[in-house]
């Protein structure tokens, strides 16, 4: 199907004494490498959000929170679809534990239940809910909310190298996120000239593996966790310059590039212009 086409098929769901009326969404962007774990215990509503999502997504299922939470670290999904009613572990306590781990805070999560009331609705947003659908519900809210979600954090991770300002704004409301990336830019920053330095350092420092720190950086800021260290690093000599340094090599020393020409091509990369170019641009503004 491509990417604006219309699905024009319309699906009845029926659960015991709830009616569902799904007539299918239109200009759904097509991202199958965009990865969805839905936890859901009634089989036929499993089936049938993967049958609805499956069209745009790449669908993980899970019949519990518990599996939910295995399969969380197995996959590392792009966002998490539960229902708030299951046995054992119910939804909300589903999404308190992810949205309380570092592991997987930063994955958007959206709540289905049948029950309407504020009450519940806040109980949701209290454990860190990102969004809540009621039952019943048209399968296009449904597919433009979780759209919305993801359409949001993408937006979100181009504003750190762009408008990093408006990023530290929106990042207010995921304070663990925001707090976790302070302190990998604090570590950096008192590693600068440390050679040894490296991604399994700031990783430990971190008390997260490799690989979860990687997804995180991925997930927030559009960045390797070694990208992510070369633009501290570029950011601290923009610093330098700023303040009134002018040798490049010097500089290169100081934010922990052992090569001069490396050094300008990352500055040119994350900046546009050259450090000289920078440099001088500076001095033109500060006459």
């Known amino acids: 199907m491509g990417i604006h086409e219309t699905i024009t098929h319309t699906v009845v769901f029926q659960e015991p004494g709830i009616h569902f009326h799904h007539p299918s969404a239109t200009g759904v962007k097509n991202e199958k ?28 299922t899970a019949d519990d929170g518990t599996e939910g939470l295995k399969l969380v670290g197995e996959i590392g999904p792009d966002l998490v679809l539960t229902d708030v009613m299951m046995p054992g572990m119910n939804g909300n306590e589903f999404c308190r534990i992810l949205k309380t781990d570092l592991n997987t805070s930063h994955i958007p999560v959206l709540i289905l239940t049948a029950l309407s009331s504020v009450e519940n609705q806040l ?28 359409d949001s954090r993408a937006i979100l991770r181009e504003k750190f190298t762009k408008a990093h300002g408006e990023w530290n704004e929106e990042m207010q ?38 690989s979860s720190l990687h997804r995180k950086l991925r997930a927030l800021t559009n960045q390797s966790a070694t990208e992510f260290v070369k633009f501290v690093r570029i950011n601290k000599s923009i610093k330098l310059i700023e303040g009134g340094e002018t040798n490049i090599d010097e500089i290169c020393f100081k934010v922990g590039f052992n090569s001069h020409s490396y050094y300008s091509m990352c500055f040119r990369k994350q900046l546009g212009q050259t450090p000289s170019d920078y440099i001088n641009r500076i001095r033109r503004v500060s006459k």
Not at 123 to 141: I, L, Q
Not at 190 to 208: C, K, P, R, T, Y
Request: no cysteine; charged share 30%.
């Open 123 to 150: 109980e949701g947003f209290e454990t860190g809910a990102d969004d809540y659908v009621v039952k019943p519900f048209d399968d296009r809210v449904l597919l433009m909310r979780i759209r919305n979600l993801l």
């Open 33 to 60: 490498e965009t990865k969805i774990l839905v936890v859901e215990d009634n089989k036929e509503m499993q089936r049938f959000l993967q049958k609805i999502l499956s069209e745009f997504y790449s669908i993980t």
């Open 173 to 210: 409301k995921f304070q663990p996120d925001k707090e976790l990336l302070d302190t990998a830019t604090t570590i950096i920053e008192h590693h600068l000239i440390d050679s040894n330095f490296s991604v399994d350092v700031l990783a430990s420092e971190l008390n997260l593996s490799r």
